[in-house]
């Protein structure tokens, strides 16, 4: 049975509008698509993620009729539209119920605006030459064009108005389901902005449901009810733009933030690391991980390290992370800080029960640590008996609070020595915020260093933020 | 060792040979495909007239500068080559014939034809290609709107007509030019030239002459069409289009002028 697909439906939840299942294609010896299977139901809207050339767009021909597969099938409202055995002309029944637009809109070059949107008004209705005038000044207006576009030509438009004028062609033949493919790439962030707001404009004024395939994460995470994401031909994620953020497939993490290098860590146990993603083939992906660009984390590269321990990331590597993370704060004006931490005597710990035991103790607190932190932050081990962590788009407001109940956690964790007795380590936290006075990697880690230093001689077992 | 190079050699070159026949019969295959599909598309024309008229247009009037450029020099060319090849040899009075059975049957309708061709075969290619390659093909079929039956029947219906109209007006001009020439620059007398002219004129040859145009007509737009859907990738994919419609076109052409001269006989 597929583990896709749900194993019943809740009596609240509509029945699907469009549902493809198992959907395989292939462009010669090349797989494009992989048992891809995905619902949409009726007034939702369904982001389709991922790399350029992963597929995203086939999927759209397929439901569109362009493409036959080579495997699977499409279902509409119960009724089979697309297989290996459905001739591409029994589709032309359907097609009327769905719209596409393409990315660059594809207007015809040789017609019109007002021609463009009137052609299929022509062929396939018999209204008078006034309606189909008026419809074409209806449909423009519901694009945010006003009138006077009908005689431009295409090649007098910006890409912002072709999107919109391919729409209103899509729209005057009211299909049920749109299909949008990368609507808004090459577009200037207002355009896309605009497009966005018509999307979801025309979902509220019709109850439109649509599928949108794109690589713009802001633009998925504005418009999406739900987003998938494709990956070598897979769908590796289901889920809310919520869901989709919390995530700790490194993969998915690299895309939506947009990150050069893959620094995410791949757990030991898939239950650990896949969460809401459930599809999410963790085994391969650290294969891949393994035999892949040495940029990736050490932890994946190495089979010792598979202990929790070896999850968190080394000084290096730490450097290099906070640098991107702080880089990536700016840019996107999103909070970024790094809390540091020291083990509270364990010295003395190591001292009492011997070394074996310290490096327990710091082996477990760091797996303690990597495992309670969200999929978006990051922890390190700095050195002997210290920490870092991440703390991604974490509110100024709410630092203190966050980084202490880590602190309390932490410290009501429990460790058995070999003689039998419990031990609790505690921690001194040290927090700063990366802003104007600690713009780089370096003057942050200071910066966090000196409020632990601080914590230590407040009385440990605390938490000190670096104010400026 | 050698031997075995040489039986390596053999199979590669049987490989390829198989491999290029292949190919070779897909495209027929498919040539006769679209032939297929634009014939069975033609009684629904009627009800978008307005289309092929446009596309006559283009096609016939708007080629008409070039068409009545290439007749003038066709003309004027046929003459000279023809005094200067009957020179000590043929008398004069047989100008006039040799003109007339050149321009009516083999240089009007061949020559006009692929100068034609390399206009509008490589428009129609380009144009075909650039809608593939923007999608616009995509999103006619999207529309439910046949590219068939709206862009490549309507451009083959008006090179088919449109072609035998051209090769009759650069025939007419091409003869003009070949009276002025005879006039200026040869020494026969225009009574001479013109009785020539009639001596041997067979209506039927000129109508067979016109007549296959109409196959060169429908091979110009069929090669565009072909091609333009075959386009893969950008610009660069247009321009390969573009050369390989005209190429073909120019080979289809005489190919099938050999196949109606011979069943013409």
Redesign the interface.
Same mark, same amino acid.
């Given at each position: 049975m597929d583990k896709n697909l749900p194993l019943y439906a809740a009596p609240s939840a509509p029945a699907p509008l469009l549902r493809i299942e198992h959907l395989k294609k292939h462009f010669g010896n090349q797989l494009v698509l992989d048992d891809v299977n995905l619902e949409l139901r009726k007034g939702e809207i369904l982001c389709i993620i991922g790399q350029s050339g992963g597929g995203k767009s086939v999927i759209l021909?397929h439901v569109?009729?362009?493409m036959i597969p080579d495997g699977g099938r499409i279902v509409l409202d119960n009724e089979e539209i697309s297989s290996p055995v459905k001739r591409s002309s029994d589709f032309?029944k359907v097609?009327?119920r769905? #719209?596409?637009l393409?990315? #660059?809109a594809?207007?015809?070059?040789?017609k019109t605006v007002g021609e463009n949107i009137a052609?299929?008004l022509r062929?396939?209705t018999k209204y008078s030459n006034d309606e189909i005038a008026s419809i074409v000044t209806e449909a423009l207006e519901m694009v945010g064009l006003k009138q006077g576009f009908q005689h431009k030509m295409p090649s007098e438009l910006s890409g912002g108005m072709r999107s919109r004028v391919?729409l209103a062609?899509?729209l005057v033949?009211k299909p049920e389901i749109m299909l949008y493919d990368e609507p808004t790439s090459a577009l200037d962030p207002i355009m896309t902005d605009k497009i966005n707001e018509l999307i979801l404009s025309l979902r509220d004024k019709l109850a439109m449901t649509s599928m949108v395939v794109t690589h713009d994460i802001s633009s998925a995470y504005r418009i999406a009810d739900k987003i998938a994401m494709i990956y070598e031909g897979k769908i590796i994620f289901s889920g809310t733009p919520a869901e989709i953020r919390a995530t700790r497939n490194p993969y998915i993490q690299q895309f939506i933030r947009g990150q050069r290098k893959l620094h995410y860590a791949v757990s030991a146990a898939p239950e650990e690391s896949v969460g809401l993603d459930q599809q999410v083939d963790v085994g391969a992906l650290k294969q891949r991980l393994a035999g892949g660009s040495r940029a990736f984390s050490r932890r994946a590269q190495d089979q010792s390290e598979r202990e929790s321990h070896a999850k968190l990331l080394d000084g290096a590597k730490f450097s290099e992370v906070l640098e991107d993370e702080i880089e990536h704060s700016f840019r996107n004006q999103e909070p970024c800080a790094l809390a540091v931490c020291d083990i509270d005597g364990l010295a003395a710990l190591s001292a009492e029960h011997g070394e074996a035991f310290g490096d327990t103790v710091v082996r477990e607190i760091g797996a303690k640590l990597f495992n309670g932190i969200r999929g978006t932050d990051f922890a390190a081990h700095l050195g002997s008996d210290e920490f870092a962590l991440i703390l991604t788009k974490t509110d100024p407001g709410n630092l203190f609070k966050t980084v202490d109940r880590i602190r309390e956690r932490m410290s009501a964790f429990v460790i058995r020595t070999q003689k039998g007795e419990n031990i609790t380590a505690t921690l001194s936290f040290g927090v700063a915020m990366a802003d104007e006075h600690a713009p780089d990697a370096e003057t942050l880690l200071l910066h966090a260093r000196e409020a632990c230093g601080l914590a230590k001689t407040n009385g440990r077992n605390r938490v000190e933020v670096k104010t400026a | 060792m050698y031997a075995l190079k040489f039986v390596m050699w053999c199979g590669e070159l049987f490989y390829a040979l198989v491999d290029g026949a292949a190919d070779f019969f897909c495209h027929v295959a498919r040539f006769c495909r679209l032939f297929g599909s634009i014939v069975a598309r033609l009684p629904l024309l009627f009800k978008n007239v307005v289309i092929s008229v446009e596309q006559m247009y283009a096609i016939g009037v708007e080629s008409l500068p070039l068409v009545t450029v290439i007749a003038v020099f066709t003309g004027a060319t046929t003459v000279t080559q023809a005094v200067y090849q009957f020179s000590g040899f043929v008398p004069m009075k047989y100008l006039g014939t040799a003109v007339c059975k050149t321009l009516v049957t083999e240089i009007g309708p061949v020559f006009t034809s692929m100068v034609i061709a390399g206009r509008i075969s490589t428009a129609i290619a380009a144009?075909i290609g650039?809608?593939k390659v923007?999608?616009?093909l995509?999103?006619?079929?999207?529309?439910?709107?046949d590219s068939v039956r709206y862009l490549f029947a309507p451009k083959t219906v008006a090179c088919v007509v449109m072609v035998p109209v051209l090769v009759v007006f650069a025939e007419l001009v091409a003869f003009v030019s070949s009276i002025f020439t005879v006039l200026f620059s040869v020494k026969v007398t225009l009574y001479v030239y013109l009785t020539g002219l009639r001596l041997f004129f067979n209506p039927s040859s000129m109508l067979i002459g016109v007549a296959k145009t109409a196959v060169f007509g429908a091979i110009i737009a069929m090669t565009g069409c072909y091609f333009g859907l075959q386009t893969k990738g950008g610009a660069e994919g247009v321009g390969t289009s573009t050369t390989k419609a005209v190429m073909a076109s120019c080979v289809l052409i005489l190919v099938a002028d050999f196949l109606i001269a011979l069943l013409t006989l």
């Open positions: 021909k569109i009729g362009l032309n097609r009327g769905l #719209g596409m393409f990315q #660059g594809a207007l015809f070059d040789s052609f299929p062929e396939h391919g062609r899509a033949m | 144009e650039s809608m923007g999608e616009q995509d999103a006619m079929s999207c529309l439910n709107l």
